[in-house]
């Protein structure tokens, strides 16, 4: 396995390529343990069918963890012990609880295995690269897009993510500056729905008991925005704009069919795959950038079919093809 010393000279610098040797004896046939959050949101479905789609590319072999109970920390802490003891060549990681996990990631690493981190962001630790999307940016372009279409004025709603993860806190940033910008536009209540569809509907019932003018919904993820959504048409007010984050198959056909407006595009399809190629590639001893932020449109009624493309049909984007954005 490769020892301390390598591990160092790796993350000294972007693009400092490994020692021959160990591009020589790992050239193809490695173990990738890529770990995701859970198995029922659409968006890690894109995750681990870009990973195996680069992987069988590249010839290697992929390794996945993911909780059997959503988001599960007690698992994610068991399966990262998982690779500590099967030893992998590298890991693909995001976080479940980022301050909880961050120890024995910078054990696993100490020890000697390479992490790419991914999609979330997990923390300070010396990992090989990060791979994800600007969600701050996702987060304002989409919230603008909203105010945009309701002519600068308005009141509206924010299902938040989950309180405290990287992710959720900026996006909800994004919001927030947003809506600096647009005085006439007020916000009449921001709730956590914790990306979750169940919990996204729940949110937005009791909501539109609070208040009877809803103009617009912004929501941090797509499940979260089919949620409300469904509460919205149920209560009989689907005039009211939802826009959302991600660009799943369905939340994208309900694009196509009115029920949201607009998604900011956060791809799973392409981190899985970029962060793939820019791991294996580190392992065998190439250059790689420390970091890659994929840029993400914005989904509507104009543009949606591309993203009603299934993952097992896409095709995996290249490093390259991000280089500089």
């Known amino acids: 396995m490769l020892n301390k010393r390598i591990v160092t000279s790796i993350i000294a610098a972007s693009a400092v390529a490994m020692p021959l040797t160990w591009s020589q004896a790992h050239a193809a046939g490695e173990v990738v343990a890529a770990f995701t959050k859970n198995q029922v949101d659409p968006h890690f479905d894109g995750v681990r069918a870009g990973v195996e789609q680069m992987a069988k590319k590249m010839d290697a072999k992929v390794r996945n963890y993911m909780p059997t109970k ?14 500590g003891v099967t030893k992998p060549n590298v890991i693909l990681f995001m976080p479940i609880d980022p301050k909880a996990q961050l120890p024995t990631i910078k054990r696993l690493i100490e020890a000697g295995t ?11 630790a010396p990992y090989l690269a990060f791979v994800g999307q600007d969600d701050f940016k996702l987060g304002h372009d989409i919230a603008k897009a909203l105010f945009d279409h309701l002519g600068g004025k308005g009141n509206v709603v924010i299902l938040e993510g989950i309180r405290g993860s990287n992710t959720g806190d900026e996006r909800k940033r994004g919001f927030d500056a947003a809506l600096k910008e647009y005085p006439n536009i007020k916000l009449l209540a921001s709730q956590p729905a914790n990306f979750q569809r169940l919990l996204g509907q729940q949110v ?5 008991q609070q208040f009877n003018n809803i103009d617009g919904v912004i929501a941090a993820a797509d499940a979260s925005a089919l949620g409300a959504a ?3 048409k149920s209560a009989g007010r689907d005039k009211v704009a939802v826009v959302s984050i991600n660009g799943v198959p369905e939340a994208v056909e309900a694009v196509k069919n009115g029920s949201l407006l607009a998604i900011a595009e956060f791809n799973g399809f392409k981190i899985g795959c970029v962060a793939t190629e820019i791991a294996l590639k580190a392992i065998r001893g190439e250059s790689v950038p420390k970091q890659i932020l994929i840029p993400g449109a914005i989904i509507t009624k104009a543009n949606h079919a591309e993203w009603l493309v299934p993952y097992t049909q896409r095709t995996c984007p290249t490093a390259a093809s991000f280089a500089g954005k």
Not at 70 to 83: C, H, K, R, S, Y
Not at 114 to 124: E, H, K, M
Not at 204 to 208: P, S
Request: charged content about 25%; glycine content about 6%.
């Open 230 to 232: 469904e509460a919205l």
């Open 114 to 124: 390479p992490i790419v981190n991914y999609n979330d962001r997990a923390g300070d």
């Open 70 to 83: 959503p988001n599960n920390i007690t698992e994610g802490m068991a399966q990262l012990e998982d690779v």
């Open 204 to 208: 937005m019932e009791n909501l539109m």
